[in-house]
């Protein structure tokens, strides 16, 4: 019998609830195939994240799928995969890459759903942006995917956008200090937060309580069904979380290794 292939993840970051979700999708089925399942934390460092695949490469997987946590600052990795014979999956965030398999849910149609329900609510209004981290693009897919139902709104003027910005590593604390500008440029003239995540939407939601807001008279947005945000929901501090199914996700691209 043909020994077992080896199929690795380098995580670029393990503090967020999410990805334990799609690493037991990618596990069980890695597992249920009798391969075996290696992973690295990335810990929101694009440094520790190559030093992790270098250290992936020398392990000699079969496949390594790699979360980036910097599309651009990759690449050397990926190149890196390539040359040693290893299969890659850019997995959740896209990478350039004409060898590599690109396995994601429809990041802008998450960004349509938050601009939907946020003007449900709030029809017009100050609207803050608080985008993901600059070097991954689904912070790009889930602002165009707003932009496109704000369309309308944002032309006639009945919504305006008053704060935008990018947050470092998707970080709570960052999304934090982000609203808190955004709240004193305005004077705390904000009807909505785009928060483009739940962790974000935690860091956006204690701004808001500091100013004694975060009452639910300010729409907030975010993504991926978190225990913690899913109560801000129930508690009416959180609008909405889009959840996405990372148990499918992790399936598909534990298959596809």
Same mark, same amino acid.
Not at 46 to 65: F, G, R, T
């Given at each position: 019998?043909?020994?077992?292939?080896?199929?690795?993840?380098?995580?670029?970051?393990?503090?967020?609830?999410?990805?334990?979700?799609?690493?037991?999708?990618?596990?069980?089925?890695?597992?249920?195939?009798?391969?075996?399942?290696?992973?690295?934390?990335?810990?929101?460092?694009?440094?520790?994240?190559?030093?992790?695949?270098?250290?992936?490469?020398?392990?000699?997987?079969?496949?390594?799928?790699?979360?980036?946590?910097?599309?651009?600052?990759?690449?050397?990795?990926?190149?890196?995969?390539?040359?040693?014979?290893?299969?890659?999956?850019?997995?959740?965030?896209?990478?350039?890459?004409?060898?590599?398999?690109?396995?994601?849910?429809?990041?802008?149609?998450?960004?349509?759903?938050?601009?939907?329900?946020?003007?449900?609510?709030?029809?017009?209004?100050?609207?803050?942006?608080?985008?993901?981290?600059?070097?991954?693009?689904?912070?790009?897919?889930?602002?165009?995917?707003?932009?496109? /139902?704000?369309?309308? $709104?944002?032309?006639?003027?009945?919504?305006?956008? =008053?704060?935008? %910005?990018?947050? !470092? @590593?998707? #970080? +709570?604390?960052?999304?934090?200090?982000?609203?808190?500008?955004?709240?004193?440029?305005?004077?705390?003239?904000?009807?909505?937060?785009?928060?483009?995540?739940?962790?974000?939407?935690?860091?956006? /939601?204690?701004?808001? $309580?500091?100013?004694?807001?975060?009452?639910?008279? =300010?729409?907030? %947005?975010?993504? !991926? @069904?978190? #225990? +913690?945000?899913?109560?801000?929901?129930?508690?009416?501090?959180?609008?909405?979380?889009?959840?996405?199914?990372?148990?499918?996700?992790?399936?598909?691209?534990?298959?596809?290794?």
């Amino acid at each position: 019998m043909a020994a077992g292939k080896t199929i690795a993840v380098s995580w670029k970051t393990f503090q967020e609830e999410r990805w334990k979700t799609d690493e037991a999708a990618i596990k069980a089925v890695v597992e249920a195939a009798g391969d075996k399942y290696i992973s690295t934390d990335g810990q929101n460092s694009a440094q520790k994240q190559a030093a992790d695949i270098e250290s992936l490469i020398s392990q000699k997987p079969d496949v390594i799928l790699v979360v980036a946590y910097d599309s651009d600052a990759i690449l050397p990795s990926i190149k890196a995969i390539d040359d040693a014979g290893i299969k890659a999956i850019a997995y959740d965030v896209q990478f350039e890459d004409p060898n590599s398999l690109y396995i994601t849910f429809d990041n802008v149609g998450v960004g349509r759903i938050m601009a939907q329900e946020a003007l449900k609510v709030k029809p017009k209004g100050n609207y803050a942006f608080i985008k993901g981290d600059k070097g991954d693009p689904n912070a790009t897919f889930l602002y165009q995917g707003m932009q496109e /139902v704000l369309k309308g $709104a944002l032309a006639s003027g009945d919504v305006k956008n =008053v704060c935008e %910005t990018f947050t !470092d @590593g998707w #970080k +709570a604390d960052a999304a934090q200090k982000n609203m808190e500008q955004c709240l004193t440029s305005t004077n705390n003239k904000v009807d909505a937060v785009l928060s483009e995540n739940d962790g974000m939407a935690s860091g956006v /939601v204690a701004a808001l $309580a500091a100013q004694g807001m975060a009452d639910g008279s =300010v729409a907030v %947005t975010g993504q !991926d @069904g978190d #225990k +913690a945000a899913i109560n801000r929901v129930a508690l009416g501090t959180q609008t909405v979380s889009i959840w996405k199914n990372a148990t499918d996700l992790g399936t598909v691209a534990g298959k596809a290794a």
